[in-house]
């Protein structure tokens, strides 16, 4: 862990504990650099005198598993702050609930986060935050957006020489944010209400974090957003991310960058050709289809079918042969049929993806969703989900299958027990399965990136065989 400068004065120790999504760890890791650099040490929970949780607010299993961690906390003895997107979309409502909680903050308290655990240290109150539909604290226009955020607290926009990242661990891996925020009013999502409309951060800016990643120690960076085929279209150039990609793969020290999150709508050719054919660039899509019968799709405001999202795999495909394919889908939507859900089950045995998250549909507060009819019994859901999860699995192990004698790279992350693991080009950090190494390891370590021939598979997780010298 990162330590404040040198003579900074001591306000005492913080632990910051992480759930949720890949742009909650960027925001932890900014906050991070914000106390470090102010005088706060980072400790383990254990050991820390405050314990913030920067929680999730996305699905219920995830709201429940963020106050389960708020107690958990509480009721070692420690003073808790949540933070994050259950603190944003709830806020006194959580207050009300969670009074084990000593202070519940939203977005806008990240700037002055250290004089906020000041506060909890000293036995100060502080008011819980007032949820707003973030959606309406911006000027509607794109083009208005970036100079409006420097007013309204959008997490991940605050990179400069006022604010450090401090990161949270040792791993060659790194998230790097994109922009912030959605437009896309999709029926089933939230998202937008707490984290607002969408904002790209500067290109200059993400190129500069880069560099600093770089410099300690990081490898691959994942690019991510709520939606990253959107990122520029604020900026005036919807083709900023296709210039922004090779300039981040020539960063030195850089060796794979990979981008997250993209909107099958909106992926244009020339994107897909710049993620397929660029060096150090991975051919990986990780593509939101949530499902594929059309008029499902139509009620969750979404666009497409079983054909367009197959012509789409096929195209990148074509570019990319070995290209990693992943998707989530939602089962049990509104109004959903037998029929629709055969059509999604098509979809998945043709689409021949390497990973599929299967969610069963259920209320969001406050999305139009919520006020739909044609509402399926949860049993039915559940059922659903488990028919569906089945085939999933079953798909997700004959892909693995077909890449038995394929020749990968591995950026190897682990190694516990005279075992070495790592992921290879078609696999993101935490979603998609792990490498394990097999063969000569001597000399191997978290870090490099080792060519390896495919000898095995766990479902989506990989055994495979090191090539001899091929470390770097």
């Known amino acids: 862990m990162s330590q404040p400068p040198s003579g900074a004065p001591a306000s005492g120790s913080v632990a910051i504990v992480t759930l949720g999504c890949a742009r909650n760890e960027v925001d932890s890791e900014e906050l991070a650099g914000t106390l470090t650099s102010r005088g706060w040490q980072l400790a383990e ?6 314990v913030v949780v920067n929680t999730c607010g996305f699905i219920d299993s995830a709201k429940k598993d963020s106050i389960d961690t708020l107690l958990a906390a509480a009721d070692s003895g420690k003073k808790v702050v949540a933070v994050g997107c259950l603190a944003e979309r709830y806020g006194e409502q959580l207050a009300g609930a969670l009074p084990e909680a000593d202070a519940i903050l939203g977005f806008d308290s990240y700037a002055s986060i250290d004089a906020r655990l000041d506060d909890v240290l000293a036995g100060r109150p502080i008011a819980p935050h007032t949820p707003t539909d973030r959606r309406t604290l911006l000027p509607i226009s794109p083009a208005q957006r970036r100079s409006a955020a420097s007013e309204v607290a959008v997490p991940g926009h605050r990179w400069g020489p006022t604010t450090a990242r401090a990161r949270l661990d040792d791993a060659p891996v790194a998230y790097l944010k994109l922009a912030s925020g959605c437009d896309r009013r999709c029926t089933f999502c939230a998202i937008p209400s707490f984290r607002g409309a969408f904002v790209s951060r500067d290109p200059a800016e993400i190129l500069a974090e880069a560099h600093w990643l770089a410099g300690q120690g990081v490898r691959e960076l994942v690019l991510v957003s709520e939606n ?77 079918s079983t054909e367009s999202f197959l012509g789409l795999l096929s195209q990148a495909r074509a570019l990319a042969p070995q290209a990693g394919a992943r998707s989530n889908v939602i089962v049990g939507f509104p109004g959903e049929t037998e029929d629709d859900l055969a059509e999604l089950e098509r979809f998945l045995t043709l689409a021949r993806l390497d990973v599929v998250g299967v969610f069963g549909y259920s209320d969001e507060d406050g999305t139009e969703a919520e006020q739909f009819d044609g509402k399926l019994d949860p049993d039915v859901i559940a059922g659903r989900v488990e028919r569906v999860a089945t085939l999933v699995n079953e798909l997700i192990d004959q892909r693995a299958e077909d890449r038995l004698g394929e020749g990968v790279e591995v950026l190897i992350e682990t190694a516990e027990d005279g075992e070495l693991s790592g992921r290879a080009a078609h696999q993101a950090p935490e979603t998609d399965g792990a490498v394990r190494l097999t063969g000569e390891l001597a000399g191997l370590r978290p870090g490099l990136l080792v060519r390896a021939v495919v000898t095995g598979n766990d479902g989506a997780d990989l055994i495979a065989d090191v090539v001899p010298g091929s470390a770097r």
């Open 45 to 50: 929970s254990d050991a820390a005198d405050v």
């Open 228 to 304: 990253s085929t959107s990122y520029g279209k604020d900026l005036g150039n919807l083709r900023a991310l296709e210039a922004l990609l090779p300039e981040l793969a020539a960063i030195e020290g850089i060796e794979w960058v990979r981008v997250s999150y993209l909107q099958p709508a909106e992926l244009r050719p020339s994107l897909l050709q710049v993620i397929a054919g660029t060096p150090g660039v991975l051919p990986y899509f990780d593509l939101s289809f949530q499902h594929a019968a059309p008029q499902v799709l139509r009620r969750m405001k979404r666009f497409g």
